[in-house]
Structure formats: C-alpha cells, structure tokens
C-alpha cells in the first residue's frame, strides 16, 4: 500500500531537518576542533617560550652545545635540565617537554631510553631562530606541539638549540565534547519542535486538499479542463469569499470577462444584473424549493438572453465554493419566435385557402346564374378586403402572401385586445419573399409591443399602424401605434444599463418594450434585442424613428436586405 502524501510530507520536513542539524552540529564540531586545536598549540608555545627564556635551560643547551666530547646519556639522564623538564611537565600537564643542544640532540626527555638520542621530528626551523607550532605525530604520539630556539646566556644572539613541547589531543577533545553538549542539546530540542510543526503542517496540508493524493488532484485538473472547455455553457467557480478561481472560455465570451480568475466576482463580472443574481444567492444551504417555486427568470448580457444558475459546492457540509453556470438561450428564444411566426403563418394560410374556396364557390355560382355584373362587384369588394376577410384596412396594399397572410392573423390578435391593426396607405410591397421566417420575426416583434403599447394607453381609439415598402431587393418596415410613446431609445448603452440595474436584466411579462427597455421577449425583455439582430444579420437595421408625439405614440422602422428575388428589373 502506498504511503500518504501527507505522511511522505512529513517524512521529508522531518528528514530535512535532522540533515540541516547534523550539518550544523558537524561544522561546530570543525570549527571548535580548529579553534581548541590554535588555543592549544598557543598554550604549547607560550610553555615553550617560557622554558627557552629560563637561565637554567639557556647555560645548559650552551654548555652542552659548546663541550667537547659530548656528555654521555647517562650524564644527560642525571643533569638538571631533565629534571627540570619533568617538573615543567607536572606543572602544565604537558604531553612532554624536550630540551636539545644546537644538533637536536636530546638533552630532556619524558622517556629517559630517549635521552642522547636525535629528536624524531625535525628541529631546523627552530635552530635557526623561528618559532613554529604544529600538530604532528612522534613518539609520544598525535600531540599539539610548539618549538622555539633557545639562545645562549653569555652569547644571547647565538641559537644553542631547541625547546619542544607538546599538549596532549585529550585536551582538545575534552573541550569540544563539554562545549558540544548545549549545541546538542538545542539541536534536540530544535528537532523536536519542527516535528511538531511538521505534523501541524501535514494536517493543514490534509485539510487543504480534503485528503486528496497528487495524483488525484492531478487527475482533477485534467478533468476539470477537459470539463470546462468541452461544454457549451459557461462555468465560473467562485472561493467560499466569492474570488473567480475558474472560468471557461464560454463564461467569458458570455459575460465579456477579462482575466477574471483571482479577482473577486465584483470586479470580475462587469454587469450588474449578473453580479446581483450571484449576490442573491444564499451563502448558507437555502431551504429546500416549495412546489410553487420556479426558477430564476433569465438575464439580457449584450442583446444576449442567459439563464445564470448558482449551485452550492460542499464537501463534508464544508462549503467550498459556488459554481455558475451561465446558459445562452438566446438561439432558442430566436426558434421559438420563428416557430411562432410561422405558425401564425400556417393558420393564416389555412384561414386563407378556406376562405378562398367560398368565394371561389360564390363567383362560380353568380357566373352559371348569369349575375356577371354582380359577380365583378363581388370581386371588386374582396379587392378592397384582401383574399380573406381579415380585419385590416388598406390589406390589399400588401400584396406579398406571407405577409398579407401575417397581418391578417395579427388584425384578429389585436382585434380581441380591442386594438385595429391597419396598413398605412403608402404601403407597397408585391413578390415573394426570400426570408419569411426573419420578417415576420422582426415584424411580429413590433407589432406586438405597438399592441401592448396601445393597450397600456388610456388614448382611444386604440390602433397599430403598418407600413411596408419593398425597394429593390430592400424591405422596409415601419410600425406606429397609438400609446403613450417611448421615454428613451431601448437601442444605447445607457438604456442597456439601466435595464440591467433597475430590473435586474429580465423584463418581466407585460413590458411593451418602449419604456426604455427591450421589448417582451415571451416576457424575458430581449425581443427588440432579437429583432435587432435578425435585421442585421440580413445587412439592415431596427432602430427607433420616434419616441412619441401628440398625435401617436413610439414608431420602430426596420430595414432588411436582399428579402427578394430581382424581377421585372425592380
């Protein structure tokens, strides 16, 4: 079974520390050795120095150096400098005192078979006036050793021989061990706390990383990128203290985010309606949903319909973070609107066709009765009413099926609001449309809010003007009602912004979309948004011509390209 992490954390901390306290200990060790070593060969010297400087010492090494023959070794073994030697050793606890003439022969010896015979290590730097200290190895052994010259009493400018004297090394040892023993002692102590830390520290690390391996974590990493970007949605990971610590390219093309992660969701997210719905979200469990609840109505972000969902992240009733999730529905909202056009179409048509074939049958029996004249004058009224006795004055200006068609359907909606849908009497358009589907969007869109507008209105009577001109391969729209008017342009950032912040980005069902806002979007405000933007996909524009005057209300005018085949060189 494979050790933790967190065990192999403190393994390592505690191993690292017993290395850098080894490597302390051993480097006092070297340097206290050193040092004890120089404070030893100096009190050797100063030992050395004194016994040269003696009368006795100095007569004896120029005596000796100066007889001939030499004394023998039992002479040497009975003189006075021996014994002098001897005394010097039991005073400072001297490994040995050696006294030689000027040929390095023994005159002093702590062993006195070495008497008479030549010094084992080389006397010549002292013989020749210098002092020198050292640690070497000789017949007594590893010793801190001094030697000085010895100069003569009657000729004190002439080096009669040597001194030499060594300090034992259980004297440096002795000294390093005594003063080894606090720095020990901290080292122990030192270790012991950072064993302590070391397990705080693991334990921090565990609750961190909720008990995870590295190679879980690193698993989590792939997955969470491999997640992110393999999603249509946007995700943004919010910190416990609500910090962006994740955010997928989809989030930030949503919600227009730069460099968003570490910064807090105030910052992060540059509107206001986004922020406010991740604000309102509890930062504790919420009480479980009622049946009556549904969910959080969505938010218009630059002319683009988004559902923003926050979701609690827990691990052991821990909260950890929040995760949103922001959904862009503004294709299925612009679906949804076609689907509808084209249904309305559908009915129209089938209204349409019904009420072709009853007049068909009409005409056809005027004519087998022989009632030709009242048969054109049959004809001549249907003209003025359109294909089907739509309640829309002028129809027959509007000579495009889908359209025509379109109208006569929205005249019955508005007809039942207690509103007239009319076409106004520049109206002009004949063919076949390229793009039913985008004009009854964009035409439905302003109808609608003319009727809601009409409706809200105390004016009476209550009326929705339509007028359609085809140039060339242009169509161009413009619709007009009789409410109480625009109070600023739905289309400039400020009435963006206001949206935003006053409603919180949604337009609740009821709007009419000139207030300010966008229009109802099944109630979601973004229908002049999506309007909009179908007419600029097709090279034109929708835009407000008019906010209100006495005589009517707002008028919206689109214009939408290449909507017609050319023919008839028009």
């Known amino acids: 079974m494979a050790t933790k992490f967190t065990t192999q954390v403190n393994r390592s901390i505690v191993a690292a520390m017993i290395v850098v306290s080894l490597i302390t200990v051993g480097l006092f060790a070297v340097t206290g050795f050193n040092r004890l070593v120089q404070q030893t060969q100096e009190s050797a010297l100063r030992i050395a120095q004194t016994v040269a400087q003696t009368p006795d010492v100095r007569a004896g090494a120029e005596a000796e150096s100066e007889r001939q023959p030499p004394s023998t070794d039992a002479e040497l073994v009975a003189g006075t400098l ?226 923003v969902d926050v979701h609690e992240v827990r691990r052991e009733d821990r909260l950890l973070g929040r995760v949103v999730i922001v959904r862009d529905v503004t294709a299925v909202e612009d679906l949804t609107r076609r689907l509808t056009a084209v249904g309305t179409l559908a009915g129209a048509l089938r209204e349409q066709r019904h009420e072709f074939a009853n007049r068909i049958h009409v005409v056809t029996g005027l004519v087998r009765a022989g009632d030709t004249a009242e048969a054109l004058d049959y004809l001549d009224r249907v003209g003025e009413h359109g294909p089907v006795r739509f309640p829309v004055a002028n129809a027959g200006l509007v000579r495009e099926p889908y359209l025509q068609a379109f109208l006569g359907a929205k005249a019955l909606e508005a007809e039942r609001q207690g509103v007239t849908l009319r076409v106004g009497p520049d109206a002009d358009v004949s063919g076949s449309l390229l793009h039913p589907e985008d004009v009854t969007t964009v035409l439905g869109n302003l109808v609608d809010n003319g009727i809601a507008a009409a409706v809200a209105s105390q004016r009476s009577p209550r009326w929705v003007e339509v007028e359609a001109l085809r140039h060339g391969d242009e169509l161009h729209l413009s619709v007009m009602d009789s409410g109480d008017g625009a109070a600023a342009d739905p289309f400039t950032p400020e009435a963006r912004a206001a949206e935003l912040v006053g409603a919180g980005g949604s337009a609740g069902p009821g709007e009419s979309g000139e207030s300010g806002a966008a229009g109802p979007a099944h109630g979601h405000g973004i229908g002049l948004r999506l309007s909009a933007e179908v007419a600029r996909r097709h090279g034109g524009e929708l835009r407000l011509a008019m906010g209100r005057t006495e005589r009517h209300g707002a008028v919206f005018v689109a214009r939408l390209e290449q909507q017609f085949e050319q023919e008839d060189g028009r």
């Not at 002092?131 to 400018?157: C, F, I």
């Not at 879980?216 to 491999?226: G, K, N, P």
């Open 82 to 307: 021996d014994d002098y030697a001897r005394e010097v050793e039991d005073r400072t606890g001297a490994l040995f005192v050696v006294i030689t003439d000027d040929t390095g022969r023994r005159l002093a010896h702590p062993s006195p078979d070495e008497i008479g015979d030549p010094v084992s290590t080389s006397p010549d730097a002292a013989l020749r006036g210098e002092e020198t200290v050292s640690w070497e190895r000789g017949t007594l052994g590893d010793s801190a050793r001094a030697k000085v010259p010895v100069y003569g009493l009657d000729q004190p400018g002439t080096v009669v021989g040597e001194v030499s004297v060594g300090l034992p090394p259980t004297e440096v040892w002795s000294t390093v061990l005594t003063d080894a023993v606090p720095v020990v002692l901290s080292t122990v102590l030192a270790l012991a706390v950072g064993g302590l830390v070391a397990r705080f520290i693991t334990r921090r690390l565990r609750e961190k990383t909720l008990g995870l391996q590295p190679e879980e974590l690193l698993a989590l990493v792939h997955d969470q990128q491999a997640v992110l970007q393999g999603v249509d949605d946007g995700v943004v990971g919010l910190s416990a203290d609500d910090v962006v610590t994740v955010c997928n390219d989809r989030a930030a093309a949503l919600l227009g985010l730069h460099d968003a992660v570490g910064r807090p969701v105030e910052e992060a997210v540059p509107h206001a309606g986004v922020v406010e719905r991740i604000k309102e979200h509890p930062p504790e469990p919420p009480e479980p949903p009622g049946p009556q609840s549904s969910p959080a109505p969505p938010l218009v972000v630059d002319g683009r319909l988004v559902y």
